[in-house]
């Protein structure tokens, strides 16, 4: 599996998104995580349809459109009329989540689905199958710049076996708290889509920092052969 690194964008700064996103495609992103907060689901708001279609028309890479937000079904096709290439939805959010999945390929995009810290990777058994990707969440979601949550790192390897005997194909993304400390335990447990916020965007050279953080992630591929 190829070990990618997708910045999230919710640490840059708003006012030059574009040019923020550029230099973390530069620094080696192949995927641009966006997040999306709608104030009831979590306790923040961050932005809509219209950036995503801002960001389109700027950045090549797929965006990866991570949806934290109650009734995401009213709100997956405008996603993917802004040119939203994936989506994820919450478990903990979906009534009914094989039907939101279908609804997000019928739109011809690649679903996911997202679980919190407290929710355990076994709620999944029945959507393995339907998804491009599972989002571990390594921290309670809402906010950048938060302590990753070791517990992650068992439900990732449970994830990685789970694939194995199931002969499916789903790629394993982790979110928050990955930083150079986190990154190759990630790898190592069997992620390979690595979402970092703060620790590209929050300080420094931003090329510089994906670039590094990157090289830690793919520096522990090797260990895990
Ligand atoms: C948190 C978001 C994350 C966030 C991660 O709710 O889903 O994508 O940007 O930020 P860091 O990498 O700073 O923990
Ligand atoms: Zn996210």
């Given at each position: 599996m190829k070990i990618e690194l997708a910045p999230s964008i919710?640490?840059?700064n708003f006012a030059q998104l574009g040019h923020d996103a550029q230099q973390a495609i530069e620094g080696g992103g192949t995927v641009l995580h966006v997040d999306v907060m709608d104030?009831?689901?979590?306790?923040n708001i961050t932005l809509g349809p219209p950036v995503v279609k801002s960001l389109r028309k700027v950045v090549q890479v797929p965006l990866d459109c991570h949806l934290m937000i109650e009734n995401p079904d009213l709100l997956i096709p405008d996603f993917a009329a802004a040119g939203a290439d994936w989506i994820s939805v919450h478990q903990e959010a979906c009534i009914h989540l094989d039907r939101t999945l279908h609804l997000i390929s019928s739109h011809g995009c690649k679903p996911g689905v997202v679980i919190n810290p407290?929710?355990?990777?076994?709620?999944?058994t029945e959507v393995l199958d339907l998804v491009h990707h599972v989002l571990v969440m390594s921290?309670?979601?809402?906010?950048?710049g938060q302590k990753f949550i070791p517990n992650a790192l068992n439900k990732i390897a449970a994830l990685a076996r789970m694939r194995v005997e199931r002969k499916l194909e789903f790629r394993i993304e982790v979110d928050g708290g990955i930083d150079l400390t986190t990154a190759g335990d990630v790898v190592k447990a069997g992620a390979e889509l690595l979402v970092a916020g703060n620790a590209v965007?929050?300080?420094?050279?931003i090329r510089t920092n994906a670039k590094q953080l990157l090289e830690a992630a793919r520096a522990a591929t090797f260990a895990r052969a």
């Open positions: 919710l640490s840059s104030g009831h689901f979590v306790p407290a929710t355990p990777v076994e709620m999944l921290v309670n979601p809402g906010f950048g965007f929050g300080h420094g050279d």
